[in-house]
């Protein structure tokens, strides 16, 4: 189910992930089975999620962002250089109004 249905939504989302700093780093691996997971559990506690890219990661960020998404039932929001915005809205409780 798609949350965000406007550019401004997604701006919205974008400037509130300007001051977070990211909680899971990719790295050489890539996408592991425990990130995806991580980042899967990490959604009942918030709702806005930034992932950093390592450098000695030889993945597109941008593919990596539309992958996570698909696995965690999120909504990538933007990849910008290295790093990933994901947003998955809490039914019960939404606490980002789009």
Request: net charge positive; glycine share 6%; aromatic share 4%.
């Amino acid at each position: 189910m798609k949350f965000i249905q406007t550019s401004k939504q997604r701006a919205r989302l974008r400037s509130l992930a300007q001051n977070l700093d990211p909680i899971f780093q990719v790295g050489k691996s890539s996408l592991t089975p425990e990130v995806t997971e991580a980042i899967r559990e990490a959604f009942n506690t918030r709702e806005l999620i930034k992932i950093s890219v390592l450098k000695n990661c030889m993945d597109d960020p941008r593919e990596l962002g539309e992958i996570i998404a698909e696995r965690t039932g999120s909504e990538l929001v933007h990849t910008i250089g290295k790093k990933i915005v994901l947003y998955k809205r809490d039914i019960d409780n939404p606490g980002i109004e789009l």
